[in-house]
């Protein structure tokens, strides 16, 4: 059984910093492109980074030279590295493992800038 854990999220102030972590169990982590997407309230779901399993990455322009992706093959693991943060920010932030095959979703985790 897949399983992606996300983990980090929380209650932060503008120009503040926060590392998601998403832990991935269950499957051979190292073939997966891994990505980060976002949802605000009353808004759809939408990329923030992704990289491959050569660790090619992307971001949506909103977040380059803010945030980085990074993984870890040997802790199964993927992270977000998310500084100088804006209110704008705010949204419950999804891990996806994605093959040629299959795509899988972590549950989610809250992410606030406020002051």
């Known amino acids: 059984q897949v399983q992606l854990v996300e983990s980090g999220g929380g209650l932060v102030q503008p120009g503040g910093s926060l590392r998601l972590s998403c832990a991935v169990s269950?499957?051979?982590?190292?073939?997966?492109?891994m990505g980060w997407y976002r949802q605000a309230p009353g808004k759809q779901r939408e990329l923030v980074a992704t990289i491959t399993s050569a660790s090619r990455t992307n971001y949506a322009d909103s977040v380059k030279g803010r945030f980085t992706i990074s993984r870890d093959n040997a802790k199964n693991t993927v992270y977000l590295q998310m500084n100088s943060l804006k209110p704008e920010d705010t949204a419950v932030y999804y891990c996806k493992g994605s093959s040629y095959v299959d795509a899988y979703w972590g549950q989610g985790t809250q992410v606030t800038v406020s002051s």
């Open positions: 269950g499957t051979i982590f190292s073939m997966y492109t």
